[in-house]
């Protein structure tokens, strides 16, 4: 693992959390929590990764920790696994329908649990390498996907592969001017000279499809061109 991730625990029994913390990876940071309050504060100061929660914590719910993640604003939504005593089968409805990643019933198997977490946490490190937000933009380096965000919305915008490469060499050197000579090695892949009109009109379109993003990219007279987030 290339990167420090965290992980938080919401469980009022110590002895489960105790146990629970001695099946996480070392190079996990490992942060618990006995009710809801402190989990509320954790994550309004961390990010997390993945969070393991019991529906019932003492007299509070687990759906009220869930609903609260649903509405909070993430670069990547965490990954929820719910470790449960609840005999319910509305419980385990419910939980599905808040889009929870498992559901697995107290009392647990040791070695599945760990396999589980090892698995979401793996998927979550895949997923943040290739996952950048830039203002109000996300990009999925891995899908080549793009997308703009406007409060709760995302709109994925499509783009041509030129008009990809255009946003990536932007972003990456955001708030710093690009040359057409840039331009013309790290999208066109050429050191030849392609008229300023082509780059122009793929800058043109880019600045269309991203809205009232799109003003954000300016030209720098005889140069090139800055995208200022």
């Given at each position: 693992m290339s990167q420090i991730?965290?992980?938080?625990?919401?469980?009022?029994?110590p002895g489960i959390a105790s146990l629970v913390e001695k099946l996480i990876p070392t190079e996990v940071q490992y942060d618990s929590a006995p009710n809801v309050s402190t989990a509320k504060k954790l994550l309004d100061t961390h990010n997390y990764c993945l969070i393991l929660l019991d529906i019932y914590i003492g007299?509070?719910?687990?759906?009220?920790?869930?609903?609260?993640?649903?509405?909070?604003?993430?670069n990547q939504m965490p990954a929820i696994l719910v470790l449960s005593g609840a005999e319910e089968e509305e419980v385990e409805i419910r939980c599905h329908e808040l889009?929870?990643?498992?559901?697995?019933r107290k009392p647990f198997k040791a070695s599945v649990l760990r396999s589980q977490i090892e698995k979401h946490i793996h998927k979550s490190c895949e997923i943040n390498q290739s996952l950048r937000k830039f203002g109000p933009l996300e990009i999925d380096e891995n899908k080549m996907q793009v997308k703009l965000i406007s409060g709760s919305n995302k709109e994925t915008i499509f783009l041509t592969l030129k008009e990809y490469r255009l946003l990536l060499k932007f972003v990456h050197k955001r708030n710093q001017t690009v040359t057409r000579e840039e331009i013309l090695v790290d999208v066109w892949k050429s050191h030849s000279e392609i008229q300023s009109r082509t780059i122009d009109m793929h800058v043109s379109a880019l600045r269309r499809k991203l809205?009232?993003?799109?003003d954000a990219i300016t030209s720098v007279r005889g140069v090139g061109y800055c995208l200022k987030i």
């Open positions: 991730v965290r992980l938080l625990h919401i469980e009022d029994d007299s509070e719910s687990g759906f009220e920790i869930i609903e609260y993640l649903k509405i909070k604003e993430f889009e929870v990643q498992e559901f697995i809205g009232p993003l799109g």
